[in-house]
T-cell receptor, first 113, second 110 residues
């Protein structure tokens, strides 16, 4: 009964080689988020979608892009991964109203060689 | 910008003792305050949350208190057990936007 699914769970890429991470949800939530988390630091919000409305955090590098083709799926594209992009990438969803819990996926651990 | 300060960054307690983690938020419009527990290599999981119209909430060994005037909220864990060892994050939310605290690594010593 997985609610937020991320694929792959582990991704190894080479420096500069584009990579796409996938997230899907069975909760029919309006909002989907992408976070980057390094070494037990706080999750850092990269983007979020409210339905199809895309919201980019001011400090998210241009190297990161996102797509949400439908309610269930959201993708994170890293166009030219650098060593500093190695991290856990967490997808989360929420219904989109006040007082609502965020549901996190299991994360994708990205390694950049 | 808006931020959430969390203290302490690390906390070690003896098994059976209590642990308290404190957060302060800056956005006075925040109205929802969740606490997440994250074990090594796993996703953050909600352990308790509180709405802005409530001052205190308790769930077995875990409680959260909120002081809206001071913009403080705290997590209290009583009778700590080794399985409580993890990183804990507070967050402050307005609408569907969440700002996380910097995290507290809790170690419960057997």
């Amino acid at each position: 009964d997985a609610m937020v699914i991320q694929n792959p769970r582990y991704q190894v890429t080479q420096f500069g080689k584009p990579v796409t991470l996938s997230c899907s949800q069975t909760l029919n939530h309006n909002v989907m988020y992408w976070y980057q988390q390094k070494s037990s630091q706080a999750p850092k919000l990269l983007f979020h979608y409210y339905d199809k409305d895309f919201n980019n955090e001011a400090d998210t590098p241009d190297n990161f892009q996102s797509r949400r083709p439908n309610t269930s799926f959201c993708f994170l594209d890293i166009r030219s991964p650098g060593l500093g992009d190695a991290a856990m990438y967490l997808c989360a969803t929420s219904p989109g109203s006040s007082y609502n819990e965020q549901f996190f996926g299991p994360g994708t651990r990205l390694t950049v060689l | 910008g808006e931020n959430v300060e969390q203290h302490p960054s690390t906390l070690s307690v003896q098994e059976g003792d209590s642990a308290v983690i404190k957060c302060t938020y800056s956005d006075s419009a925040s109205n929802y305050f969740p606490w997440y527990k994250q074990e090594l290599g796993k996703r953050p999981q909600l352990i308790i949350d509180i709405r802005s119209n409530v001052g205190e909430k308790k769930d077995q060994r875990i409680a959260v208190t909120l002081n809206k005037t001071a913009k403080h909220f705290s997590l209290h864990i009583t009778e700590t057990q080794p399985e409580d060892s993890a990183v804990y994050f507070c967050a402050a939310s307005r609408a569907y936007k969440y700002i996380f605290g910097t995290g507290t690594r809790l170690k419960v010593l057997a």
